[in-house]
């Protein structure tokens, strides 16, 4: 069934769909989590920690919304604070220095945009990471689970490949806020779902992510076992390239986006 991009979002949203939690769990064995930023406190909205997919050892960085009242506000409904970023950037680097590829799991509606975060340096935070990101000297697949928010996002999705469930949303605000800037009218969100063009399919057409994967199946075994599988093939191909050759690939793959495709 193909649904508007409207449906689309209200699908990537729901509380049913599995969490970055889920997918780590399933798809990585051995698992072990890694806490805090070194500089203010642990944030339970990224997950962050080492272990295997299949015999590859990896650093897996997942936003988690939670699926439970009680999870979702221990996890801030799955938008970060600065020292969420933090804490992803300091395990990347680790990962850099240690070789192992890094696996990003993204999940939220967008980075916490409350006063402690701004006192905490959100835009910082998210900068720094875009920035160190594109110079990281390991393989980094991002893969868009469920809503894929503004600069929230984007902070974990500098990669050299990007894939997006294909009930999944990506975008530079939410329909809602784009409505409500454009037209002061929040109501007209199915309209601004249309013109954004966040959807699995427009964003593959779009040049914006690599691989749309299906969802049949989603949250069995079999599902997370063709992604596992998808996932470990990718990283032994980008192995292949030196640090040099997989840095300029990932610097041209953003410099060519909004490029015009005639």
Avoid at 23 to 42: K, P
Avoid at 81 to 97: C, D, H, S, T, V
Avoid at 138 to 146: D, Q
Avoid at 166 to 182: D, F, K, M, R
Wanted: proline content about 4%; some cysteine.
């Amino acid at each position: 069934m193909i649904l508007g991009a409207y449906e689309t979002v209200k699908t990537a949203r729901s509380g049913q769909r599995p969490t970055g939690a889920d997918y780590v769990r399933n798809t990585i064995s051995g698992f072990f989590e890694l806490h805090g930023d070194r500089r203010f406190r642990d944030d339970p909205a990224i997950l962050g920690g080492v272990g295997y997919l299949k015999d590859l050892p990896v650093t897996v960085i997942a936003i988690d919304k939670g699926h439970t009242a009680k999870e979702r506000i221990a996890r801030n409904f799955g938008a970060p604070n600065p020292e969420g970023y933090r804490k992803a950037l300091r395990l990347m680097k680790q990962a850099e220095k240690f070789h192992r590829p890094v696996l990003c799991y993204v999940d939220t509606s967008g980075a916490y945009c409350g006063i402690g975060a701004e006192e905490r340096g959100q835009g910082q935070a998210i900068a720094e990471n875009l920035m160190e990101m594109m110079a990281l000297k390991t393989p980094v697949i991002s893969v868009l689970i469920g809503e894929g928010g503004s600069g929230g996002a984007l902070a974990l999705g500098v990669a050299d490949r990007v894939w997006m469930m294909e009930n999944a949303v990506y975008s530079v605000i939410s329909p809602e806020g784009c409505a409500s800037i454009l037209w002061k009218d929040a109501s007209r969100a199915p309209q601004a779902a249309e013109q954004l063009q966040l959807t699995a399919s427009c964003c593959l057409k779009n040049g914006i992510v690599e691989s749309v994967v299906p969802e049949d199946g989603l949250g069995s075994p079999d599902f997370y076992g063709r992604l596992t599988d998808a996932l470990y093939d990718e990283f032994v191909s980008l192995r292949t390239l030196s640090a040099t050759e997989l840095t300029h690939r990932r610097y041209e793959r953003f410099r060519a986006m909004g490029r015009r495709r005639d």
